[in-house]
């Protein structure tokens, strides 16, 4: 198992994110093993190095450009899974039915998990977010345009009642994480988008 540390880094060794979020992160390094080439250090501590599984931190989902979904939606080849309430955007902007529908003819599966608008969590996070009553109709419409595609091969879809932290959107190697802050609707909350890394966070259930 590999061994999780939470580490500083050297400025230089940064991926591109804009300067006013790295005074509120720090990333995940991962301890170098015994045997192996040990970066270089210049405090005595022990050898790190970066994992470069962060690519990009986006302050809200409506400022990742429509075009990083668009390219992510269209070069998946294997697997796309989502975990949301809603997702009202995915339906509106991005033709998820349609999408399921072409994509499932070549061979790609899908995991989709829409909330139970019957569900307490659900309603609370109605509540919460100022939208009581919306964002259950919300779910019930997105229901809806996704009985087209029940029953094709390799397409779940499937409702929960959960509490959700963070909405989910992966796309064969790459997640994106739209974390849920308190009181504001998802849109207006920070998108983390990782890309699988040998050794990072962002490991499949076999692996785990």
């Given at each position: ?10 400025r230089?060794?940064r ?5 006013r979020?790295?005074n ?50 269209a ?59 919306g ?8 229901r809806r345009?996704l ?7 390799g ?6 009642g959960?509490t ?26 920070p998108?983390?988008h ?8 962002f ?6």
């Amino acid at each position: 198992m590999v061994n999780m540390v939470v580490h500083d880094v050297d400025r230089a060794a940064r991926p591109s994110l804009p300067q006013r979020w790295w005074n509120h992160i720090t990333l995940c390094c991962v301890k170098v093993p015994s045997g192996s080439a040990e970066a270089p250090t210049t405090n005595g501590s022990p050898p790190y190095r970066l994992i470069q599984e962060l690519l990009e931190l986006y302050p809200s989902r409506s400022a990742v450009p429509h075009d990083v979904w668009r390219r992510l939606i269209a070069g998946t080849r294997e697997a796309l899974d989502v975990l949301i309430y809603a997702g009202t955007f995915l339906f509106e902007q991005h033709q998820l039915g349609d999408v399921v529908r072409e994509k499932a003819r070549d061979g790609v599966r899908f995991r989709i998990l829409l909330g139970d608008e019957t569900a307490t969590a659900v309603r609370l996070r109605a509540k919460e977010e100022g939208t009581a009553g919306g964002l259950e109709g919300r779910i019930q419409l997105h229901r809806r345009y996704l009985r087209g595609v029940l029953g094709l091969p390799g397409v779940e879809v499937r409702t929960h009642g959960t509490t959700l932290y963070n909405s989910l959107f992966r796309f064969d190697q790459d997640l994106l994480v739209n974390g849920h802050a308190y009181g504001a609707v998802a849109g207006q909350s920070p998108v983390l988008h990782l890309r699988r890394v040998p050794g990072g966070l962002f490991i499949s259930r076999k692996e785990e």
